[in-house]
T-cell receptor, first 114, second 112 residues
């Protein structure tokens, strides 16, 4: 079975500050991990993915995430927040089970203050 | 860049009516999925489809739901008798190698 826990349903940062969105996963098979961003009334955009290669993954818009197996974590970071980063962020896990269905976390809404 | 498309973007229907949501996956993809997102909630897996059959379905995907790939290009989700609680955004996704799924823009279904 697979599951994802995102710590913090809401995170607020100032523009220019570090963004840290936390994600922990559980998986009975080697996991593939993803971060998606969703802007209001829009679809899901893939930010980055971990598929068992490098543990530090760089994505679009300056985001990156580090896979830590010992901590079962895949936290998302960005050194300097921009107003346009305000959105809902979903961590997700997949794996060789159930046709590689993707299991999503509950989401974290990021607010960026000017 | 190839993308997954979905039609309609918004569907309004009355309770008890049948709806069909349509998806056109990326052309060389072999794995297909439906997910839904109730307003303000997380995205939930409904069903995965490969080699013309369902690979896995969730508890949500009961007898009221069905999927079909009628013509080798479209991938449809049918809800036979809609309920108020079926109101949600429905996302289609496709993948070439299962791991990286590409999501469509979604269809917002409103059941009145």
């Amino acid at each position: 079975a697979q599951s994802v826990t995102q710590l913090g349903s809401h995170v607020s940062v100032s523009e220019g500050a570090l963004v840290l969105l936390r994600c922990n996963y559980s998986s009975s098979v080697p996991p593939y991990l993803f971060w998606y961003v969703q802007y209001p009334n829009q679809g899901l955009q893939l930010l980055l993915k971990y598929t068992s290669a490098a543990t530090l993954v760089k994505g679009i818009n300056g985001f990156e995430a580090e896979f830590k197996k010992s901590e079962t974590s895949f936290h998302l970071t960005k050194p300097s927040a921009h107003m346009s980063d305000a959105a809902e962020y979903f961590c997700a896990v997949s794996g060789n089970t159930g046709g590689f269905k993707t299991i999503f976390g509950a989401g974290t809404r990021l607010f960026v203050k000017a | 860049e190839p993308e997954v498309t979905q039609t309609p973007s918004h569907q309004v229907t009355q309770m008890g009516q049948e709806v069909i949501l349509r998806c056109v996956p990326i052309s060389n993809h072999l794995y297909f999925y439906w997910y839904r997102q109730i307003l303000g909630q997380k995205v939930e897996f409904l069903v995965s489809f490969y080699n013309n059959e369902i690979s896995e379905k969730s508890e949500i995907f009961d007898d009221q739901f069905s999927v079909e790939r009628p013509d080798g290009s479209n991938f449809t989700l049918k809800i036979r008798s809609t309920k108020l609680e079926d109101s949600a955004m429905y996302f289609c996704a496709s993948a070439a190698e299962a791991v990286e799924q590409y999501f469509g823009p979604g269809t917002r279904l409103t059941v009145t």
